[in-house]
């Protein structure tokens, strides 16, 4: 009797501190909902008495909320999920005060929370934390949250679980989650479970390299090689710091690189400056000399046709003098010639003046050729002139080109840094050999049958059956040609190549180089030599066997000022054909030279 009375009153006190905190609840919302009108501070109070009534387990508003034997107050979901998951313990645990329960207490609503919970929802005092608490799609959500889900701010590898800041504290209060691993909020933390075993992978196999769970050993990993995860991170920590030592020197040796290249830097915009300003001031000085020679021509023609017609306007009034005098003895012979008296006629006729001698010879009039000549003179200068501005430019632009360039980039080794320098080329339709054909905007060229109707040019082929670009090609260089059939010879040339005879063929003179890439087989031509080449191609008789038409793509690098030229078999990779080290004296042209009707050549 007494040990049962003694849990009565036991019992019986639990409830009243239930009523007792209850009823504190009550009129601490009560007072709150008073100050509901007074702004701010009451708005404040609000949020403060609101968490007496959230459920510490999903941190929401009590939804069917239960007090269970200590007092604390959750909703019954919550408490009988939480409970339905002890793993470790059998016994009901409070969440917050760690208080069991022996048998597990019958859960009954608590309806003046569940009153003030509906109170508070109604007068719409809830005051929803700050949309900054919550997770966005860029975020990692609490895993406990239910509903709309908080931001983690923790992630636990041996939970497997992120945590926001309310559903983390156990890991800081309780014992055993305190030796828990906590890293920064991780998406992926479903990485460190094993697929095969749904365990958290704490070990490293090194003969597979990869994460393994303690049971992979038994089965899949067994006999192998195997570490924990911490001794394999220790071991490429330590690599992962040499790598950044030496990534480290490297950004040192850069940062001395870059301050010894700044003042380059400044040379050179300081000396291409003034080479501007310096040219500018000479072309400046050429142009007004020009026109002073224009403005000195000018003034004599004008003077020498003041001249001229001022001669021409005195002779022309002496002339028209004479014809005046001239007419009036004419009259008077007229006159005399109607007397019909012949005594009268005698008697006057040797009164009558004798003509006397012209003092003007007959004038010869001359096309007017002498200012002729004067623009022939002033062409002719203006020939001369522009040949030397021609070779003068052809002395500047080499004199660019070869300036230092001990700190240009090496020839590129895959396709992507030869793009870099890729160079448009197009024919030039006055330089074609008459039985070529351009189309496709002069980039596409055909080995025709007859020949075409071209119009004669002083820069047109009549030896050879070949093209030129129009572009001149200086500094560094990239292009490719693409052969149709039997292939063809791709060139580099200098524009004052030879334009007829055996002599102006590419690769048969020093002012042409010329890769022939032709059947199945590949040479390099220049000054009349002929090197053998291999060619890294698939097997021609192969081809021929199968009927297959051979096609290919040669390309073409050029570094003008370093006297580099390098042809490369072009497919997936870039391989070398033929590499020229040379000295280049002038600007240079591309060239194709195609043997057969029929062939094709394109630059790409």
């Known amino acids: 009797?007494?040990?049962?009375?003694?849990?009565?009153?036991?019992?019986?006190?639990?409830?009243?501190?239930?009523?007792?905190?209850?009823?504190?609840?009550?009129?601490?919302?009560?007072?709150?909902?008073s100050l509901s009108l007074r702004g701010e501070m009451a708005q404040q109070g609000i949020q403060l008495k609101q968490e007496r009534i959230t459920c510490s387990i999903c941190l929401d508003l009590l939804k069917e909320p239960v007090t269970i034997p200590c007092g604390h107050s959750y909703c019954r979901r919550c408490i009988n999920n939480y409970w339905d998951g002890e793993k470790e313990e059998k016994i009901p645990i409070c969440p917050q005060c760690r208080q069991t329960f022996t048998p597990r207490p019958v859960l009954v609503t608590n309806t003046m929370l569940a009153d003030l919970v509906e109170e508070l929802k109604m007068t719409k005092l809830q005051a929803a934390p700050a949309d900054h608490c919550y997770a966005g799609p860029a975020d990692v959500g609490c895993d406990f949250c239910t509903g709309r889900k908080r931001k983690a701010i923790k992630?636990?590898?041996?939970?497997?679980?992120?945590?926001?800041?309310?559903?983390?504290?156990?890991?800081?209060?309780?014992?055993?989650?305190?030796?828990?691993?906590?890293?920064?909020?991780?998406?992926?933390?479903q990485e460190n479970i094993c697929s095969l075993h749904h365990e958290v992978m704490k070990m490293f196999c090194r003969t597979d390299q990869q994460c393994i769970c303690y049971l992979c050993p038994v089965d899949e990993h067994k006999g192998h090689h195997t570490v924990s995860a911490s001794a394999e991170r220790k071991k490429r920590q330590r690599e992962l710091g040499e790598s950044r030592q030496q990534?480290?020197?490297?950004?040192?040796?850069?940062?001395?690189?870059?301050?010894?290249?700044?003042?380059?830097?400044?040379?050179?915009?300081?000396?291409?400056?003034?080479?501007?300003?310096d040219s500018e001031e000479i072309f400046s000085q050429l142009i007004r000399l020009m026109e002073k020679r224009s403005s000195d021509v000018k003034q004599q023609i004008k003077s020498q046709q003041k001249t001229e017609v001022s001669g021409a306007e005195e002779l022309q009034e002496k002339l028209e003098q004479e014809i005046t005098e001239l007419?009036?003895?004419?009259?008077?012979?007229?006159?005399?010639s109607h007397t019909e008296d012949h005594i009268q006629f005698l008697h006057?006729?040797?009164?009558?003046?004798?003509?006397?001698?012209?003092?003007?010879?007959?004038?010869?009039?001359?096309?007017?050729?002498?200012?002729?000549?004067?623009?022939?003179?002033?062409?002719k200068v203006r020939d001369q002139l522009q040949n030397m501005l021609s070779e003068g430019w052809t002395k500047i632009s080499l004199t660019l080109t070869d300036l230092d360039v001990s700190l240009?980039?090496?020839?590129?080794?895959?396709?992507?840094?030869?793009?870099?320098?890729?160079q448009e080329i197009t024919m030039d339709p006055n330089t074609a050999h008459i039985r070529l054909g351009l189309t496709g905007k002069n980039r596409y060229v055909l080995r025709m049958s007859t020949p075409l109707s071209y119009s004669a040019h002083p820069d047109r082929f009549t030896?050879?059956?070949?093209?030129?670009?129009?572009?001149?090609?200086?500094?560094?260089?990239?292009?490719?040609?693409?052969?149709?059939?039997?292939?063809?010879?791709?060139?580099?040339t200098y524009k004052d190549i030879k334009r007829g005879g055996g002599e102006s063929g590419f690769g048969f003179n020093e002012k042409s180089w010329a890769l022939n890439h032709y059947k199945d087989s590949c040479s390099f031509t220049h000054n009349s030599i002929i090197t053998p080449l291999s060619v890294p191609s698939p097997s021609y008789d192969l081809l021929r066997t199968l009927s297959v038409s051979f096609s290919s793509r040669v390309g073409v690098y050029l570094d003008h000022s370093a006297g580099l030229l390098s042809f490369y078999s072009v497919s997936d990779t870039m391989t070398l054909l033929h590499r020229v080290q040379t000295t280049f004296t002038q600007p240079l042209y591309a060239g194709i030279w195609l043997w057969n009707f029929a062939d094709t050549a394109e630059f790409k």
């Open 348 to 379: 006057n006729y040797p009164s009558l003046p004798h003509l006397s001698k012209s003092t003007h010879s007959s004038i010869n009039i001359r096309p007017l050729r002498r200012f002729e000549e004067v623009t022939a003179a002033v062409s």
């Open 247 to 277: 990534v480290q020197q490297r950004i040192q040796d850069r940062r001395k690189d870059v301050k010894v290249l700044q003042p380059e830097m400044k040379d050179i915009n300081q000396s291409a400056d003034k080479a501007v300003r």
């Open 408 to 422: 240009s980039p090496a020839e590129p080794t895959t396709k992507a840094g030869f793009l870099r320098y890729s």
């Open 155 to 189: 992630s636990c590898l041996q939970c497997v679980a992120s945590h926001c800041e309310q559903h983390l504290q156990p890991h800081y209060d309780v014992a055993p989650f305190k030796k828990h691993k906590l890293v920064e909020p991780s998406k992926k933390l």
């Open 1 to 33: 009797m007494h040990c049962r009375s003694e849990r009565g009153n036991r019992k019986g006190g639990v409830w009243v501190r239930i009523r007792e905190q209850t009823a504190l609840i009550s009129e601490e919302v009560k007072l709150t909902c």
């Open 463 to 492: 030896g050879c059956p070949q093209v030129m670009s129009t572009e001149s090609l200086t500094g560094r260089c990239y292009w490719e040609v693409e052969w149709g059939r039997r292939g063809g010879i791709v060139a580099v």
């Open 327 to 336: 007419r009036r003895k004419d009259a008077e012979l007229q006159q005399l």
